[in-house]
C-alpha cells in the first residue's frame, strides 16, 4: 500500500472492504412481478388463491386456449379438443410417461402407440397450416406474436389475425376429433 502525506495508507480497490451482501429478492411475502419484456412476450396474471380470496404469491401464466374460450371465441367442445390434442402429443410424441397403475410395459407402449396414431391423424385432418398454428399456440403456449409470425403476418391486426386462425383450427381439431364443430365467435 502507498502512503499518503499525511502518513495514512491509501487502500486500494482491492483492500477495500467488501460491502454486505443484499438480498436479490424483495421480503419473502412479496412476489417480484416479472420485467415488461417478459411480460411482452408472454401472457400472464397475477396468481389469485380462491379460497382466501386475496392475491397469493407468485405469476401463473394463461394458456392460449383457456383464453379464447374466456373471451367466448371457442366453446368447451374446443377446449376439450385442444386438451386432447395437447395430450396425445405429450404421450405420442414427446414420451410422457403414463400413469396406467402398474399393470406392465405392454399397456404403456400401446397408450403410446395409440396416441402418436391419434395426433398424426389429427394433423392429416386439419392440414399443415392449422397443425403449425395448434403446434405453437396449444402445444407449445407461445404468445400470440409467435403464433402471428409463424403465418408469416406481421403489422397492427397480426396478433388477431392468429387467434382468428387458431379458433379456426380448433373448430377444425374440435370436428376431427369429436364430430361436431366448436364455435364460439
Known sequence: ?????????????????????????????????????????????????????????????????????????IDRTGLDACRQYLDDYEIGIAGAVVANGGSGGGVERDARLDAATRYRRAVQAVGDVAAAVLDTAVVRDASWSVTARVLGRKGGNAVEAAKRAACLAIEALAEHYFGRRAGGE
Do not use: C, N, V
Open 1 to 73: 500500500m502507498a502512503r499518503r502525506r499525511d502518513g495514512y495508507r491509501a487502500m486500494t480497490r482491492r483492500h477495500r472492504p467488501k460491502p454486505p451482501m443484499r438480498a436479490i429478492r424483495g421480503p419473502s411475502d412479496q412476489a417480484i412481478p416479472p420485467t415488461p419484456e417478459w411480460l411482452q412476450h408472454h401472457d400472464a396474471e397475477q396468481a389469485d388463491d380462491p379460497q382466501a380470496g386475496i392475491k397469493a404469491r407468485g405469476w401463473r401464466r394463461a394458456s392460449k386456449p383457456l383464453q379464447l374460450y374466456a373471451a367466448a371465441r
